[in-house]
């Protein structure tokens, strides 16, 4: 009976962490991902300080300046990158219409494809805000359907 009870408290806790996640990734979307890079580098910074303390001077060198790289220019690195991605995107997208039978589903495809592609090019820190709202009403409704057991009791 007590294991029962703990798995149902635990399945508690998780659906209001999903909820509470959620609400979190729709609130701050792209913050998220300044929190990550953020961490990230000051992980890497305490992991160099570390190596150095225990004599392992270039592993620890290493790890401070990528530390310091990403915290610094992790925006900068981030947004080439989004840029890249999207005109990566567009030039698949394009390759694939010339390739394709121009059937309606493969023409929406590529279209949305070219979209995504263009998104990204142009302003990704848009889309990357977006995705995490898709994804925070994903957790949302998973947290939700988790707490449905609960209130047909």
Do not use: H
């Not at 990158?81 to 493969?106: E, R």
Request: hydrophobic residues 60%; charged residues 10%.
């Amino acid at each position: 009976m007590a294991k029962k009870s703990r798995k149902t408290e635990s399945s508690l806790l998780s659906a209001l962490l999903y909820i509470v996640i959620g609400v979190l990734f729709c609130i701050f979307k792209d913050s998220i991902v300044n929190w990550i890079l953020t961490v990230a580098g000051i992980v890497l910074i305490i992991k160099g300080i570390v190596q150095v303390v225990n004599k392992q001077t270039q592993n620890g060198v290493i790890n401070l300046l990528f530390g310091a790289l990403i915290i610094v220019f992790g925006w900068l690195l981030l947004e080439v990158a989004l840029v890249i991605f999207g005109v990566l995107l567009i030039i698949s997208a394009v390759t694939d219409f010339a390739k394709s039978g121009k059937k309606g589903m493969d023409l929406l495809r590529l279209a949305i494809t070219i979209i995504i592609g263009v998104l990204l090019a142009t302003n990704g820190f848009a889309a990357i805000s977006w995705v995490f709202i898709v994804i925070g009403v994903i957790f949302i409704i998973e947290g939700i359907l988790l707490l449905i057991p609960y209130f047909k009791k």
